[in-house]
């Protein structure tokens, strides 16, 4: 069978002018099998296990991306939430485990490592609660280690109690991370129905569902799909859109799956999922607010977002689910606003606000992401933020999450850099009337109706 | 190992590219399968599908070798595992 040039050329064209690319390959392994009652032994047989584990990713994904001509950008690594297995270790400090997983990713190679995490959905256990302690140090003594806990879910409810621990914990990440604009924060991640696996950061983690190693992948495309849809006609109909994009879905994901694939063959582990998210980066045109507008929306959070952004990311799971029988992960557009060049224009243009964020949250994936905030926001209103984001995850049992960024310092307007793919954007103004007696009630949200489906 | 592969060259039109290209090719025990080749406005575009026997020329050293190529004649030369393309352009 022969290619035909043209498609040679259209994928060329793709990953040279439209910044198609695999943006990770995600080695998830189970640290389980390193518990110990001594925090220095644990923190060791962390290191060794990933150091170990982990060797080849780097240059297997390396030579990948220079036979199949497609870049990979990041090679990460998830590891078991590290509050499991802290638990028999009473060390009340758990940073130093951070730290071995900081070593490890600077000898293998690696950008990010996830799994810094706790579920505590349902109640917080007592090693969930050192861990959620060592966050700040964590996140403030590493620069690859990434964070996450799990706060609601639609089967379990809202643990209320760990939104405000964690409005607090996020303010203190800030403050331990000001020399730097509080990018402690840029690396910690709350959720709703969180996944056992997903590739991308800052909230990778590899679930107790999971083998003990596995190659996660996660695809990206933004400014392909944008190009695609510029090159529609003016008058095409929204069907004609969702047709184009479904059609370009399907062809990165195809490509997505087949590194997937090859990853995992040539490092002997098990493949696990592509995830189909349409994932934005600062360069650009390589933005998932350009393709809104490019369907019509004058400005990304101008009034049509919610439609334009709903048909996208359905498309895009249509397009990729045939792409794939190994869809997984999140599996949805972001909208990180400081990591999309688009974002930040529409809020400096007024046009985007954290209200309009919330409500294109509740159709794509995965939340209020990459917002920086003034940093004298309170405990509260960060809890009452995340809250909200949780909220919508919960009713519509699917995936949210807060990764919010209360700047040291600044003041709404402002500008802040975070560099590298997670940008810099303004700081957002937040609603000061937020619901600070509602955060002192403490207590669980009861799981909503939905839950009961057996 | 037999590794097929798709090269595809772009660049201004001039003489000796297809020479200096399958010379190269040849010399490192790569079997030519199918080629295509046009000009529009002056630009040379050939597309070639070829078969790689890993075990007299691996993979990274052909692509080293058209890399120097593509210096020498100043095109743009990309050599990549056909399955890319089929996985993304076929069903």
Redesign the interface.
């Known amino acids: 069978?022969?290619?035909?040039?043209e498609?040679?050329?259209?994928?060329?064209e793709m990953i040279g002018r439209q910044h198609l690319d695999v943006r990770t390959i995600t080695l998830g392994l189970s640290i389980r099998s390193c518990a110990c009652d001594d925090i220095a032994g644990l923190a060791q047989r962390v290191y060794d296990r990933v150091a170990t584990a982990s060797a080849r990713l780097v240059p297997v994904a390396d030579?990948i991306a220079?036979?199949?001509?497609?870049p990979i950008v990041n090679k990460r690594i998830a590891v078991s939430p590290v509050a499991e297995v802290a638990a028999s270790c009473g060390a009340r400090d758990l940073s130093p485990v951070a730290e071995a997983l900081d070593r490890a990713a600077h000898e293998v190679g690696v950008d990010f490592v996830g799994g810094f995490s706790a579920l505590v959905h349902k109640g917080i256990g007592e090693a969930d609660r050192r861990l959620i302690d060592s966050i700040p140090a964590a996140l403030a003594t590493t620069d690859r280690v990434c964070a996450s806990v799990n706060v609601a879910t639609t089967r379990a409810g809202t643990n209320w109690d760990a939104i405000v621990a964690m409005g607090q914990t996020v303010r203190a990440t800030a403050q331990a991370t000001a020399e730097r604009g509080g990018i402690g924060c840029a690396k910690l991640v709350v959720f709703a129905n969180m996944v056992e696996d997903n590739p991308f950061m800052a909230g990778a983690v590899h679930g107790s569902g999971e083998p003990d190693e596995v190659i996660n992948v996660g695809i990206s495309g933004p400014g392909a799909v944008r190009a695609v849809v510029e090159s529609l006609a003016p008058d095409a109909d929204l069907t004609e859109v969702a047709e184009a994009i479904k059609a370009t879905a399907f062809?990165i994901t195809?490509?997505g799956?087949?590194v997937a694939r090859e990853a995992a063959r040539r490092l002997g582990v098990v493949c696990g999922i592509v995830d189909l998210s349409l994932a934005p980066t600062p360069a650009e045109g390589d933005s998932v607010a350009a393709i809104i507008e490019a369907m019509g929306v004058e400005r990304c959070g101008g009034p049509g977002t919610t439609l334009a952004l709903a048909l996208l990311n359905d498309a895009m799971k249509k397009g990729g689910a045939?792409g794939t029988s190994s869809a997984g992960g999140l599996s949805g557009a972001f909208i990180p606003v400081t990591e999309d060049a688009g974002m930040v224009r529409a809020v400096q243009d007024g046009a985007l606000t954290l209200e309009k964020l919330e409500a294109m949250t509740a159709v794509c994936s995965v939340g209020l992401d990459m917002i920086a905030i003034p940093g004298d926001t309170t405990a509260e209103t960060i809890a009452a933020i995340i809250g909200d984001a949780c909220a919508i995850g919960v009713a519509n049992s699917k995936t949210t999450a807060a990764r919010l960024i209360p700047v040291p310092g600044a003041k709404a307007g402002e500008r802040v850099e975070f560099g590298g793919l997670l940008g810099a954007g303004p700081v957002m103004a937040v609603n000061p009337w937020a619901g600070v007696r509602l955060a002192r009630r403490g207590g669980r949200v009861p799981a909503p109706l939905q839950a009961l489906r057996n | 190992m037999q590794t097929r592969a798709i090269l595809s060259v772009l660049g201004e039109d001039r003489v000796g590219i297809v020479a200096a290209v399958s010379q190269t090719l040849s010399a490192n025990a790569v079997n030519i399968e199918d080629i295509r080749q046009t000009i529009i406005s002056g630009v040379f575009s050939m597309t070639m599908l070829v078969t790689i026997d890993e075990e007299q020329a691996p993979f990274e050293q052909v692509q080293a070798a058209l890399d120097q190529v593509a210096e020498k004649l100043s095109v743009q030369i990309t050599l990549q595992r056909e399955d890319v393309f089929r996985a993304m352009h076929r069903v």
């Open positions: 069978m022969w290619i035909e040039p498609e040679i050329a259209e994928t060329l030579a220079r036979e199949y001509g497609i062809k195809r490509m799956e087949l045939m």
